[in-house]
Structures are given as C-alpha cells and as structure tokens.
C-alpha cells in the first residue's frame, strides 16, 4: 500500500527566503505526482504535475523535482511572499491505480 | 469558467437525517471522485467513477451512496448521518483517471450533531 508522508506537518519562513517542501513516498511504481496549495477554508489548487518520465517541472517561481528511486519529491519556492502562505499537499498516482495517495500536507506561513 | 462546482458549501444536520451534496464539473472529465479531508488523516477516497453508469469504492466507502446517471453530475447521498461524517467533503475530476491532472470543488463543511 502506497503511503505519502510529508514533513514537516509545519514550517514558518521570513519573507524573501527560498524553501523546501518534502514529500516521500514508499511505493516508487508512480505515474505521476501533483503538488497542490490550499488555503483555509478553500478547495485544492493544482500547482504543478510531473509525469514519472520526468525530473522536474517549473511554473513561475514553483519548481517541483521527482527522484522515483529515492521515493522523493520536493517543491522549491522562490523569494517567498505573504501570498505564499497556505497549506501544501501532494498527491501520487500509482500504475494500474485509480486510487490516488495523498500526503498530509505542510503548513507554510510567510513571516512579513 | 466554472470547473468543479459543489453545494451546498455549510450544512448541518442532525444525527440520522439524510441529505445528498451535489458535484458538476463542466469540463467533460470521465473521472469524478469524493473525498474527506479531517485534521491529521489528510484527504481520505469515499467513492469514485470513471464514467456514467460506473461507480466503485474508496478507502472509506461506508455510509454514503454514489450514482453517476450523466458525465457532468456525481452526487454523494448520506442516507442516515453520523456524528463521525462530520468533515469537509470535496469532489474531484480528471480526465482518464489514471494520475491525470485532478481538479478540486471548493468543498462542502458538513457537521452533524
């Protein structure tokens, strides 16, 4: 059974800072692998997807990397903002797999 | 541009009453899914279905009914609430189903007392 972690639960960053988000999974036969963002009270925004075939994917100051064989994705953000500032989920898609495993989510918090 | 519309978005309902939350997508996505998400166990599949007249379990598929009579509509029934189905409840569509880009409602606050 596919299990996506994601840690830490919480993290809080001066503005202007680059950073780090993790996700590990256990099962590397992925097709592929989302990052969404979620702000309170509100639904999931698709951030960025990356099919197993790729390495990386980049959308503005987004770029989100996939090491299949390490089990591990991480989602970089640049010179952070205030708008940054939500919930950070991922979720991966197994081959043969309707059934999506979702990650808990890291909490980010922009300090002004 | 409407993409995964949900209602109502706050409900509350007392213990043993039922009550159906609706899901549309307009973007023709065969996939459509139910999901709840409670603090510390992340979102968690109630049903899914790959297309009209196709429905199948989740992870957590007690409770609650699914039918999927139209590509555009999937309704999720809970037939007697419990106080344990209190969540926040989200709809989700894809294309195919298989890991494609997932496309989320803004969700339903259901509580039941």
């Known amino acids: 059974k596919q299990e996506v972690t994601q840690i830490p639960a919480a993290l809080s960053v001066p503005e202007g800072e680059n950073l780090v988000l993790n996700c590990s999974f256990t099962d590397s036969a992925i097709y592929n692998l989302q990052w969404f963002r979620q702000d309170p009270g509100k639904g999931l925004t698709s951030l960025l997807l990356i099919q197993s075939s790729q390495r990386e994917q980049t959308s503005g100051r987004l770029n989100a990397s996939l090491d299949k064989s390490s089990g591990r994705s991480t989602l970089y953000i640049a010179a952070s903002q205030p708008g940054d500032s939500a919930t950070y989920l991922c979720?991966?898609?197994?081959?043969?797999?309707?059934?999506?495993?979702f990650g808990t989510g890291t909490r980010l918090t922009i300090i002004p | 541009n409407a993409g995964v519309t949900q209602t109502p978005k706050f409900q509350v309902l007392k213990t043993g009453q039922s009550m159906t939350l609706q899901c549309a997508q307009d973007?023709?996505?065969?996939?459509m899914s139910w999901y709840r998400q409670d603090p510390g166990m992340g979102l968690r599949l109630i049903h899914y279905s790959v297309g009209a007249g196709i429905t199948d379990q989740g992870e957590v598929p007690n409770g609650y009914n699914v039918s999927r009579s139209t590509t555009e509509d999937f309704p999720l029934r809970l037939l007697s609430a419990a106080p344990s189905q209190t969540s926040v409840y989200f709809c989700?569509?894809?294309?195919?189903?298989?890991?494609?880009?997932?496309?989320f409602g803004s969700g339903t606050q259901l509580s039941v007392l």
């Open positions: 989700a569509s894809s294309y195919l189903g298989k890991g494609e880009k997932l496309f």
């Open positions: 979720r991966v898609s197994n081959f043969g797999n309707e059934k999506l495993t």
């Open positions: 973007m023709n996505h065969e996939y």
